[in-house]
């Protein structure tokens, strides 16, 4: 289909505008983290570097940074496993009930946070009576979770051919085995970028953690949002999230590398 | 499998885990016994902690709250339900978070749209990989401070006032914040299912001679509407029951996640909180139900 130039040029006006507009309150943020001004006056007056001394120095960021990481570590590997299994289990097996298990898995996406939130908060406190921590915690972050990694393991397993699992099993290796040496290797890229992204969603969840942590549990999103009104940490704040942004182009860079290598392995298939 | 069979050099590996082979044997044998181990930890979690939870959740709301003690008393009414039901103040939120929802969703889609078609169709593999790196970045950043960014261009002395006239915190700013937020998970399932439309289509409506706009609307619309759907389904479902960014940017309004937050915990009315939770849970299921037959769900 040949497109008009105009209709080109018009589409990448919007689509420029559309990334000022993303990109705007981003920099604003960066921007403001060498505001020297406490209370964030616009426009700026002088630049500092002193907030970002100080935040290198605020134990409570970086204790909830070590607390956040390690949730979405915990909660990505638990996702890891289940998500791989029902990916195996829906790509391979035709069976009764196949839809429902399709919706039960995307149901913690689908439905607000807040839900899971309130439903294990209640689940754990007035049912059980179960004190609010960091298991909790993990426990609620694998539930969202497992949809991602499923999601990327089951339309890597759509586009594999079975004949090479077939030619293992024919050659006499178990199903363990053949997993190990030839289903898992195809699929290792599509389970990274699944688990990149579930450790994404876990590392900036605030409404399902703050329903489940309890008043212990102090992660990064939940230090941002106790610090945010509090008139000095303002600038400290602008810090750790440009921080923040900057750190997550590790992930896009890696998933993109990984992503890359494999478009152009599909392309010359 | 016996060690005759076995020729020197074959690539077998580990022949003598005789655990795993068996047990792989008996699955070859019976594939129901190896769809249920394969399913039991995933499904037994997904059960046990969502929908348990979740049930559990409804029976909380059957019970009532002492409002002396402020204890959860164990006796099954409606009371909850009726409440939720009757009260304006429930009715009035209900619409507001309704209408704020539906609104970022329309300026979600309407801005995931172009720029969807074209990072998938008109921009060269080189600029198409950049922007899916551009517009994936914000996906992210952490959410608290995309809300704190706008809070800043809002405020008072902020950007917006700076430059002139900010229409302050408020519903505008917390329809805005949201769209932003939300905006990613909108532009990566479109840009999917834009790129999956084949060109040998659009070149087949082209040759029968549709024009441009013919072609978009009768072969390329169709196509991609799952993928649009199953992107409404992130920002519907993530703005209806979002109570953060409105603290942050909304000024005093109100929605039903803060409604619901604010029962919780002590002094709170879990309940009460739990009869309101399904307010966001029965809208978002009959959104779910009417978008089912589109396919959007394999789409998420």
């Known amino acids: 289909m040949r497109i008009p130039a105009i209709v080109k040029i018009t589409l990448g006006t919007v689509v420029g505008a559309v990334l000022v507009f993303v990109y705007l309150p981003l920099a604003v943020v960066a921007f403001n983290s060498f505001n020297a001004s406490q209370n964030l006056a616009w426009p700026p007056r002088a630049f500092t570097l002193k907030w970002w001394g100080r935040a290198l120095h605020d134990a409570g960021a970086l204790h909830a940074l070590g607390t956040s990481i390690l949730v979405a570590a915990c909660a990505t590997a638990a996702a890891l496993v289940l998500g791989t299994l029902a990916a195996i289990a829906l790509d391979r097996f035709e069976f009764f009930g196949k839809e429902s298990v399709n919706l039960l898995i995307i149901l913690p996406i689908a439905l607000p946070g807040i839900i899971t939130g309130i439903a294990l908060n209640n689940a754990f406190t007035t049912m059980l009576g179960l004190p609010l921590g960091l298991i909790t915690v993990i426990i609620a972050h694998v539930t969202f979770c497992i949809v991602t990694i499923y999601n990327n393991a089951f339309a890597r397993m759509r586009r594999l051919n079975g004949n090479l699992r077939d030619a293992a099993m024919d050659l006499g290796a178990d199903s363990f085995t053949t997993f190990r040496l030839v289903t898992f290797p195809q699929l290792r890229s599509a389970l990274f970028a699944g688990s990149l992204l579930a450790f994404g969603l876990s590392f900036d969840e605030i409404i399902v953690t703050q329903f489940t942590a309890g008043t212990s549990v102090q992660t990064l999103p939940i230090w941002i949002f106790n610090n945010m009104f509090r008139p000095g940490q303002a600038p400290i704040v602008d810090v750790v999230a440009t921080f923040l942004v900057i750190v997550s182009i590790i992930p896009i860079a890696l998933a993109n590398r990984i992503g890359g290598k494999e478009s152009i392995q599909a392309n010359a298939a | ?300």
Request: net charge positive; charged share 10%.
């Open chain 2, 1 to 300: 499998m016996s060690d005759r069979e076995r020729e020197p050099g074959t690539a077998i590996p580990s022949p003598h885990r005789s655990a795993a082979r068996s047990l792989s044997a008996l699955f070859g044998r019976r594939p129901r016994l190896a769809l249920s181990a394969l399913l039991v930890a995933p499904v037994g979690w997904l059960v046990l902690v969502y929908i348990v939870a979740l049930l559990l959740l409804l029976i909380t709301a059957l019970w009532t709250t002492d409002s002396f003690t402020g204890l959860i008393v164990q006796k099954w009414n409606l009371e909850n339900f009726k409440q939720v039901v009757m009260e304006p103040l429930y009715r009035t939120v209900t619409l507001r978070t309704l209408g704020i929802a539906l609104a970022v969703t329309a300026i979600d889609v309407l801005i995931a749209l172009p720029v969807g078609y074209y990072m998938a169709k008109v921009a060269r593999p080189r600029t198409q990989a950049i922007l899916v790196i551009a517009f994936m970045m914000p996906l992210w950043a952490a959410y608290l401070v995309k809300a704190y960014a706008w809070r800043s261009i809002f405020s008072d002395g902020g950007i917006l006032s700076s430059l002139g006239h900010s229409p302050g915190l408020g519903l505008a700013a917390t329809i805005t914040t949201m769209s932003y937020i939300w905006l990613p998970y909108v532009i990566m399932p479109v840009y999917a299912g834009f790129q999956r439309v084949p060109n040998s289509l659009l070149e087949a409506a082209g040759d029968l001679g549709a024009k441009g706009w013919r072609t978009f609307r009768a072969v390329i619309v169709p196509l991609v509407w799952p993928s649009v759907i199953a992107g409404s389904i992130f920002s519907f479902s993530l703005t209806l029951g979002d109570y953060i960014a409105i603290q942050i940017v909304g000024g005093s309004q109100q929605l039903l996640g803060t409604l619901i937050y604010s029962n919780v915990g002590t002094g709170g009315n879990m309940p009460l909180a739990a009869a309101i939770a399904f307010i966001p849970i029965v809208i978002i299921l009959v959104y779910l139900l009417l978008v089912r037959r589109t396919g959007a769900l394999k789409n998420l």
